[in-house]
């Protein structure tokens, strides 16, 4: 069973970057659409990017859009989430999760979540 381990978190200065890696273990990531979700205090769950297993990209949340960078290496089992330019509102719990084959465009599909990784953007 496929299972999934957030790092990379930490706390960073507004602009600063951070990568998170989403690793997989006990399953190959070959055909498996890997997003990044976050949940900021008080808020939702929300989307950020998912890749699929082509690459294709697909962007949930506009606000991230043109700051973070999903990529993938199949031969490491690992999805990364590069942000840049982060900002106080980045700050949340990221978390990554499957989806077999396609970035469903709801969340509830995806499965295998990991615990989450803290990001704290803040002076």
């Known amino acids: 069973q496929l299972q999934l381990a957030e790092s990379g978190g930490g706390l960073v200065q507004p602009g600063g970057s951070l990568r998170l890696s989403c690793e997989a273990s006990e399953s190959t990531l070959d055909y498996q659409a890997i997003g990044w979700f976050r949940q900021a205090p008080g808020k939702e769950r929300e989307g950020v990017k998912c890749i699929a297993p082509n690459g294709h990209v697909t962007n949930y949340a506009e606000s991230v859009k043109d700051r973070f960078t999903i990529s993938r290496d199949n031969a490491r089992n690992t999805v990364y989430l590069q942000m840049n330019t982060l900002k106080p509102e980045d700050t949340a719990v990221y978390y990554c999760?499957?989806?077999?084959?396609?970035?469903?465009?709801?969340?509830?599909?995806?499965?295998?979540w990991g615990q989450g990784t803290q990001v704290t953007v803040s002076s």
């Open positions: 999760a499957a989806h077999y084959t396609i970035c469903s465009d709801f969340m509830a599909l995806f499965n295998s």
